[in-house]
């Protein structure tokens, strides 16, 4: 009896060990733009996740290939950054 309690026990454990070590290899982090612009080189052709607030006016939207893309500019503390996006637009997105 005692062998099986061990033996689900050490299985329910390495379940949970696999599940946590999966979800911390996929967690994707935002950057903020003053981060990114203390060495814009080396983000240079990544897919990031920026936070940041949208400058007024700077949306461009089209339709390429059957895929809105959009070109736009982020601030955060003084610094700015053109932001190439595809697809729909995140839910906190505004102008």
Known sequence: ML????????AA???AALL?????????YYHHVDELMESPESWEGQNLR???IV????IEEE?????LQREFV???EGERLRVQH???APDTFRD
């Open 63 to 67: 339709i390429v290939d059957h895929t």
């Open 20 to 28: 946590l070590y999966s979800s911390l290899g996929q967690a994707e």
């Open 74 to 76: 982020l601030e955060h």
């Open 3 to 10: 062998v099986k309690i061990l033996v689900t026990a050490g």
């Open 86 to 88: 595809e697809g729909p």
């Open 55 to 58: 400058e007024p006016g700077s």
């Open 50 to 52: 920026v936070n940041g």
């Open 13 to 15: 454990a390495g379940g």
